[in-house]
């Protein structure tokens, strides 16, 4: 069986594999728990969640952390 990655527009990630989420946090630059959430929030669609990540933060989370000195 071929590994799946989330790297297709029409590509779904699940949640419960967390090597799948942790690549996606890591696309994303966001957390886990943040993909889990955006999940919950639109579905498992990777598009789709990249839409509602971006659209939710104005900045990333490095630029968040470092702005917090």
């Known amino acids: 069986m071929p590994q799946h990655e989330a790297s ?11 090597s799948a ?7 994303f630059d966001a957390t886990p728990q943040q993909i889990r959430d955006a999940v919950k929030a639109v579905g498992s669609r990777v598009a789709d969640l ?5 659209g939710t933060r104005s900045s990333s989370n490095e630029q968040r952390v470092d702005g917090q000195s």
């Open 21 to 27: 989420v942790e690549d996606l946090a890591k696309r």
């Open 8 to 18: 297709s527009q029409a590509e779904s990630i699940d949640v419960n594999s967390a």
């Open 50 to 54: 990249e839409l509602h990540l971006k």
